[in-house]
Every structure is written in C-alpha cells, then in structure tokens.
C-alpha cells in the first residue's frame, strides 16, 4: 500500500473517508517506514485539528454503550453536526484477534454520510484505548468531523485513560443499587463529568431511578474533577431514545463551562504533554525491544528469572545496562 504524506493530507483536508481510512490504516501500522509517513502526515494536519467536541463514553459490560452512542449519534447529526465514533473493541490476550463488531451494532448511525465508525483492536494497550487513539482523533478532526465519540472497553479501572485526551467523561451505568454501587470503581466515578444510568425503561425504570439517587449521594462524597461542575446524573432509555436530548444538552453546557473558564485550553495543553511522554515510553521500550544487544540477553535473562535465579529488578537492571551503554549510542 503506497502512501503518499502530502496527497493524503490534502485529501483529508478535502474530507475523503476513503483518505481519513487510509490515514488512520497508516497511524496504526508498526512498520517503521509507515511510521514516518504517519508523523509527516500528522505534522501536516495538527495545526487543522483540535475543533471537536471530544467525549469519551465508558460504562460497565452490558450497560447498552452502542445502542446509546447510536441514539446519541443520530441526536447529534440532526443538530447539523459531523460526528466520528472511535470504537475500542477488546482483544483476544491469546490470539490478538478482536471482536470489531460496532459497526454492526450501529447498523443506522453506520449508513449515515456524515457519519464515520472506525472500530479498532485494543491489543495490549492499557486504558481501554489503543495507542494510536489520540492521533486518528486527529485524523477526524482534520477531516471536519466536529463530535468525536471515543468508547473504550468496559474492561475496569485500567480504561480510565480515555479521560487524559477528551473533553468529557461520559460514565454509563446499568440500573441496581446496593451491591452494584458498591462494584463501581471509585477511580471511574471521580473521573466522571456525566453519569447516566441506562435502560431506564418498562420494569426497570424505577430500579434505574432509585440507582441514579444512589450515584448521586456517592458523588457527593467525591471531588468533580472540573472546577465549577457539579456532576449531574441522569437517567435514560438508548433503546426508546429518552434522555437523550437531554443528555447532549448537557454535554453542550459542560463544554460552555470549560471554554468560558479558560479549563479546556488548559486541560488540552496537558493532555498534548501527557502523550508526548507516553509516546516517548512507548517508543523506547519498542527501541529497547527490537535492540540486538538486548534481544540476545531476553532468553537467558527471562529463564533465569522464572527460574528464579535473578531477581527481576536486576534483570531490568541489565537489559536497560545493555541498552544504554550500546557502542552507537557514544558515536
């Protein structure tokens, strides 16, 4: 597949799905001469991005987060929006292979023109998102999508990372109070800017009533993390589209809030240093990885610590020795 940096940006810019599809193909790929062409192409288009509406949606398994960001969707386009969903599927720790089934999930949001799903592998990639989330974000952006929906993996704690590259923390939940309250990590309620309790509807309307009061009194025991927001929580059914409208209103106040305040600049510019160090980790423990030296030391370093032989600390110890003392890096 040849790619060409410039061509590409321009097309982009055009707003090409095709073009943003390749795009994002080549920010995901691994081959090193992909990944140049990936950085050239994104120096090109950063200065395009950065005009979206930026939410991440998390929730617990089974909680309905497709059929709500489809509702959501369908909502936000008939308000004269662009929308981009970015949908983490989880992948197969033995196989490495994904689900990647959103796109039929969001049967009518996917037929939709001014509409794009991308679906991706989450692979090994901690936070419910996958490395390259933040730079097809920027993609989308650049290709004018105005809303972008990020929907992580309902995989825990770990997916809270989703809430250091978007605006708002979206947090849907499944009616139950009493034990399931007590099973929401605490780490995910602090980081919330909206929680909504779904499948408010038919027999659990007033279980999914009674839960919103519960995460209400629990957030009162929490510090927002936005300054001037006090967390609301709502209820709503995706699957009769009520509390949707709702929902969005809401969305639009908070982003009011942060703009006027001065809080969304400021969180964006720390967001933008937070990947570039987790960038620099990632890139050099890829670096550390593929280094000759260190390649002939894993297999004996690696059996001696299962072994039990060496401690691991020392056999980091060794690899990073190794690593840093290489004779090219003196030339």
Not at 140 to 161: H, K, L, M, P
Request: net charge neutral.
């Amino acid at each position: 597949m040849a790619f060409d940096a410039e061509s590409l940006a321009r097309d982009i810019l055009a707003g090409q799905r095709r073009a943003l599809s390749r795009a994002i193909t080549l920010v995901e790929s691994t081959r090193p001469d992909h990944r140049i062409l990936a950085n050239a192409l994104l120096e090109r288009l950063t200065p395009h991005a950065g005009n979206s509406i930026r939410i991440g949606i998390s929730g617990v398994p089974g909680a309905g987060k497709s059929t709500f960001i489809e509702a959501a969707g369908l909502h936000i386009l008939k308000q004269g929006h662009r929308l981009a969903v970015l949908a983490v599927d989880p992948s197969s720790a033995i196989s490495g292979g994904s689900i990647l089934g959103d796109k039929t999930r969001m049967e009518e949001l996917s037929r939709h023109r001014e509409a794009f799903i991308r679906p991706s592998p989450a692979g090994k990639t901690l936070g419910g998102v996958t490395r390259r989330t933040r730079e097809t974000m920027l993609l989308c952006e650049a290709a004018g999508f105005d809303v972008v929906i990020v929907e992580t993996v309902g995989v825990g704690q770990s997916e809270t990372a989703v809430a250091d590259m978007t605006d708002m923390f979206l947090l849907l939940l499944l009616p139950g109070g009493g034990d399931d309250l007590q099973g929401i990590k605490r780490g995910i309620m602090e980081l919330a800017d909206l929680v909504l309790v779904n499948k408010a509807d038919g027999e659990m309307a007033a279980t999914a009533n009674h839960s919103a009061s519960d995460y209400i009194h629990a957030l009162k025991l929490l510090h927002p993390r936005t300054r001037n927001w006090q967390v609301p929580v709502k209820t709503c059914s995706a699957l009769e589209k009520r509390g949707i409208a709702e929902a969005w209103e809401i969305v639009c106040r908070y982003r009011q809030v942060l703009t006027e305040s001065g809080e969304l600049a400021q969180r964006r510019a720390q967001q933008a240093k937070s990947w570039m160090w987790n960038e620099t980790a990632e890139s050099l423990l890829a670096a550390l990885r593929q280094d000759q030296r260190v390649a002939q030391l894993i297999p004996r370093l690696e059996q001696a610590v299962v072994a039990g032989s060496l401690p691991p600390t020392l056999a980091a110890a060794q690899l990073l020795e190794a690593f840093l003392h290489d004779d090219r890096l003196s030339d």
